[in-house]
Each structure stands twice: as structure tokens, then as C-alpha cells.
């Protein structure tokens, strides 16, 4: 057989190309239809959003059972983040159907309500021009700075006695003295240095466990609790406020006091940096939805906006109206979330195509 004899038979055979080149040519041309300019020559804005929710004690039975009141939706989580969370994946569909000028990443992250190890992961690998926290701060409100605080353990230790043992030191009692000293610390300290967006660093008791029966001294008693940090102010501040406490109980009231801080988690204060043209973006943006300037303000509580601004992340945070978070009836403001949703979405055209 000659090498031509070999050739034309080749020729008149289909080859596997010549029977998936329709299928090649409709796939390539979808792909070029699709926007995948490198994202690096035009703004790119994340918006975080946190997806889980605390407990809910004490109205269980309700608390997954959505209702409508009004124009106001209730349940757990409805406010805080779910709220937020629907309005992100409305955002999504609309951007999907009809594209910024520039990237936009949306992060569902989880949580917040406890090490926030969602977007510490998150920032590890992530970084964007800017970011957009959203939480139920109230539509028409950006914050731009809040608190950070320490969920701490204060643990008193004793000797196991006797209850008739009427000389055995009292941990209950020296325990007393010193959640009296806290009040004290939130009282002459706290109270009288606010600061001027965030407010006055918060303070409140949490737990007390230990103890075996109720004819036995506790060897040992543990107090949980929680203290704010001010933009400016560390977690050390406080820790080193409480050490002094615990030493004046020593000195005045108990004299064989043993008693630590252990620190549970820290979680840093946050202050806009380098936000200026997102917050721009996102004023007039807001005035164009809701028809009135926004108040630039802080909040006396923590969110995972401090994450991403520790990472070098311009942010901001903002959301819908609600109430009553990590409560009974928790509810959100349902034609607040529309306009949030137009807000982002007028944010993001602005921000993406360099506009303020």
C-alpha cells in the first residue's frame, strides 16, 4: 500500500475533531461572550456577609417559624445576619444578569458569633480595594468605627472544706468581691471615657460555675464575662485595670486571694482606614435609593468589619433596619432590604467604575 493510498483514506474518514468541532466552536464562542478581563486593572469590592446565627432559648418554639408583621419579618436571625444574606444574593442575581464596571466577590462567611473563623481564614489569601460589612446597622447609617472586647474567665481558687468550717477561705465570697470591682471598673473607668463615635466600652457577667454541693466550700469558682475595648484602647488596657482590682481585693479585703484572668478570646476595635472613596461611593448612592445623606457613626458592639480592616482592607459597615437581635422576636424591616440591595448594587457600578 502506497503512502497516497494511506492519505486519501485518512481524508475521506471523520476524524474525532471533525465530529466535536460544532460542539468546540459553540463552547468557545460562550467563553468568549464571558467578561474575564484580569481583575487587577479595575476596582475590586467585597462584600462579607456573616451566615450564622446564637442560640435560641427561651422561644425555641418560634424562633424558626417566620412571621410577618407588618412590614416587618420575625425570627431568629431575621436581623442579624439573614437579613443581610438575602439581600447579598439578591445583589448577586442582579449583577449576574447585568455586570459592574468592576469585580465584585461576595462572602458568605461563618462564625461571627463566636471566633469569627470564617473571615480570619478568609484574609489569610483574600484581599480587595475595599470591602462592604454587612450587618443590621439601619438603612441610611454607615459605621465606621466599633468596639472590640475580651470574653474572659475570671477564676477564683480555694481549698475544698468542710460547710461548717466556718475559718475555710470562701471563694464564693471573695468571688462577690470581686464582681463588685468589675462594677466598679465599668462605673469610675468605663463610664466616664467614651468614645466619641463608639460610645462607652460595655461590660456585662455572663456565667458562674464550680462548686460540688451545696455542704462543701468550692475549691474553685469561674466567673465569665465580657469587657469592650474603644478604638485606641487593647484588650491589655483592661486586663491591666482588672489586675489592679484583684490586688486592691487582696490588700483590703482578702488577704489570701488567689485569683486569674484568662483570656478567652480578643477581639480587636475597628476604625475605618483608608475608606474614603468606598464611603463616598456608598453616600451618594444612598441619598440616590433612600433620598436622604447617610449618618456616618459608630457602634458600641464588634463585627467582622475589624478583621478585614486589620488585613489592609478599606471597610465600611452597613445593612437593613432590625431589631431585637440575639432576643426573643427578633425581626428585620422588609422594604429595608430592598432598598439595601439597590444601595449595593448602585455602590457597586459607582465604586467598580472609579466614581465617587
Not at 203 to 229: N, V
Not at 240 to 251: K, L
Not at 300 to 321: M, R
Request: hydrophobic share 40%; glycine share 10%; proline share 5%.
Amino acid at each position: 500500500m502506497s503512502t497516497s493510498d494511506i492519505t486519501n483514506r485518512s481524508s475521506l474518514s471523520e476524524s474525532p475533531f471533525d465530529s466535536e468541532s460544532g460542539e468546540l466552536e459553540q463552547l468557545l464562542s460562550e467563553l468568549v461572550k464571558i467578561n474575564s478581563i484580569n481583575p487587577w486593572i479595575s476596582p475590586d469590592l467585597c462584600l462579607n456577609v456573616h451566615t450564622d446565627t446564637v442560640d435560641c432559648d427561651g422561644w425555641r418554639d418560634t424562633a424558626f417559624v417566620p412571621r410577618k408583621v407588618g412590614q416587618r419579618l420575625l425570627g431568629l436571625g431575621v436581623a442579624d445576619n439573614k437579613a443581610q444574606c438575602a439581600a447579598l444574593m439578591m445583589l448577586v442575581k442582579r449583577l449576574a444578569a447585568d455586570p459592574s464596571p468592576g469585580p465584585v466577590t461576595a462572602i458568605f462567611a461563618i462564625d461571627e458569633e463566636g471566633p469569627s473563623k470564617g473571615s480570619r481564614h478568609l484574609v489569610e489569601s483574600f484581599t480587595a480595594d475595599g470591602c462592604i460589612a454587612l450587618e443590621p446597622t439601619g438603612i441610611g447609617r454607615v459605621v465606621i468605627a466599633h468596639q472590640g472586647f475580651g470574653s474572659l474567665d475570671l477564676v477564683v481558687t480555694a481549698a475544698a472544706a468542710h460547710g461548717a468550717s466556718d475559718d475555710a477561705p470562701d471563694a464564693g465570697v471573695q468571688l462577690a468581691s470581686l464582681i463588685t470591682g468589675l462594677a466598679r471598673i465599668d462605673r469610675e473607668i468605663l463610664a466616664t471615657s467614651p468614645h466619641p463615635l463608639a460610645g462607652k466600652a460595655f461590660f456585662h457577667t455572663s456565667f458562674i460555675k464550680g462548686g460540688t454541693d451545696w455542704g462543701t466550700y468550692p475549691a474553685e469558682l469561674t466567673l465569665g464575662f465580657e469587657m469592650g475595648t474603644n478604638p485606641g484602647e487593647t484588650l491589655q488596657d483592661r486586663l491591666d485595670e482588672i489586675q489592679g482590682m484583684i490586688d486592691e481585693v487582696r490588700e483590703t479585703e482578702h488577704p489570701g486571694l488567689r485569683a486569674e484572668v484568662v483570656v478567652q478570646l480578643e477581639n480587636e476595635p475597628f476604625t475605618a482606614v483608608g475608606h474614603e472613596r468606598l464611603l463616598a461611593a456608598y453616600s451618594v448612592a444612598t441619598e440616590e435609593v433612600v433620598g436622604r445623606q447617610v449618618d456616618a457613626v459608630g457602634l458600641n458592639t464588634w463585627t467582622d468589619a475589624a478583621i478585614t480592616q486589620s488585613a489592609g482592607i478599606p471597610t465600611i459597615l452597613c445593612g437593613a433596619t432590625g431589631g431585637g437581635a440575639h432576643g426573643i422576636d427578633e425581626w428585620a424591616e422588609l422594604p429595608s432590604v430592598i432598598q439595601l440591595v439597590a444601595v449595593l448594587d448602585n455602590t457597586a457600578r459607582r465604586f467598580g467604575a472609579g466614581a465617587e
